[in-house]
């Protein structure tokens, strides 16, 4: 079966920044696309980022505003999302999340067939 784990979440002040790594596992498993989700205190999961297998296309929830990074490892089934400048908005549980094929938008959670247990950030002002 295929595991998906997080790690990298803590607390920080704002202004701070935070790389968040999350690797995929299983037999035979290659994640042609992994992506980061969020869920805020009080809301509901929401889409962060999303990358393909050879990091030549990367999403963003909007527009961006350029204070995050998404990126694919070199490893097979490892991604990392940078985060800078970070707001007390920003603290949320953040999911890593990862799946083999491209059956649904891949900015959407229903894409995604594999997901991590989150990892806490928490940005104090």
């Known amino acids: 079966q295929v595991q998906v784990q997080e790690s990298g979440g803590g607390l920080v002040q704002a202004g701070d920044s935070l790389r968040l790594s999350c690797a995929a596992s299983?037999?035979?498993?290659?994640?042609?696309?992994m992506a980061w989700f969020r869920q805020r205190p009080g809301e509901e999961r929401e889409f962060v980022s999303a990358?393909?297998?050879?990091?030549?296309?990367?999403f963003y929830r909007g527009s961006g505003d350029g204070r995050i990074i998404i990126s694919r490892g070199n490893s097979e089934n490892t991604v990392f999302l940078q985060m800078n400048r970070l707001k007390p908005k920003d603290t949320a549980v953040y999911y890593c999340?990862?799946?083999?094929?491209?059956?649904?938008?891949?900015?959407?959670?229903?894409?995604?067939?594999?997901w991590g247990r989150g990892t806490q950030v928490t940005v104090s002002s």
């Open positions: 990358i393909n297998d050879k990091g030549t296309s990367t």
């Open positions: 299983g037999p035979s498993f290659s994640a042609i696309y």
């Open positions: 999340a990862a799946t083999a094929d491209v059956k649904r938008p891949v900015t959407t959670a229903d894409a995604y067939a594999y």
